[in-house]
């Protein structure tokens, strides 16, 4: 069993940056391959960022644009999400997410994702 909590989301004005976390705890032996995924109101929760268990293999939504950057550091069983250029069209509950242990990957597909945080607010002002 594996627990996430996100931290780092919080107001900012367009054009800011903010770096969100996630951390694991929990059985953490291994690591997952993780990713982000966003919940604007009134809309679905869409694709954000992945990465594999070993870091070595990442992937940002193409509608992005370059502006955001997942990395992570398992020494410290955290995940972390990079926003810069933000605009208001980011504004979101943002969530973070592990696959099953048996995967090295991850996924666009919220589906495939087995454990998930409870989320953190992004505001960006315009």
């Not at 069993?1 to 367009?14: F, I, K, N, R, T």
């Not at 800011?16 to 929990?26: I, K, P, T, V, W």
């Given at each position: 069993?594996?627990?996430?909590?996100?931290?780092?989301?919080?107001?900012?004005?367009?054009g800011?940056?903010?770096?969100?976390?996630?951390?694991?705890?929990?059985d953490?032996?291994?690591?997952?391959?993780?990713?982000?995924?966003?919940?604007?109101?009134?809309?679905e929760?869409?694709?954000?960022?992945?990465?594999?268990?070993?870091?070595?293999?990442?992937?940002?939504?193409?509608?992005?644009?370059?502006?955001?950057?997942i990395?992570?550091?398992?020494?410290?069983?955290?995940?972390y999400?990079?926003?810069?250029?933000?605009?208001?069209?980011?504004?979101?509950?943002?969530?973070?997410?592990?696959?099953?242990?048996?995967?090295?990957?991850?996924?666009?597909?919220?589906?495939?994702?087995?454990?998930?945080?409870?989320?953190?607010?992004?505001?960006?002002?315009?």
């Open positions: 069993q594996v627990q996430l909590v996100e931290s780092g989301g919080g107001l900012v004005q367009a800011g940056s903010l770096r969100l976390s996630c951390a694991a705890s929990g953490t032996s291994t690591s997952y391959a993780m990713g982000w995924f966003r919940q604007a109101p009134g809309k929760r869409e694709f954000v960022a992945l990465i594999s268990r070993d870091g070595d293999s990442t992937y940002a939504a193409d509608f992005l644009k370059g502006r955001f950057t990395s992570r550091d398992n020494a410290k069983d955290t995940v999400l990079q926003m810069n250029s933000l605009n208001p069209e980011d504004t979101a509950v943002y969530y973070c997410a592990a696959r099953s242990v048996v995967y090295r990957l991850g996924s666009t597909n919220a589906y495939d994702y087995y454990y998930w945080g409870q989320g953190t607010q992004v505001t960006v002002s315009s």
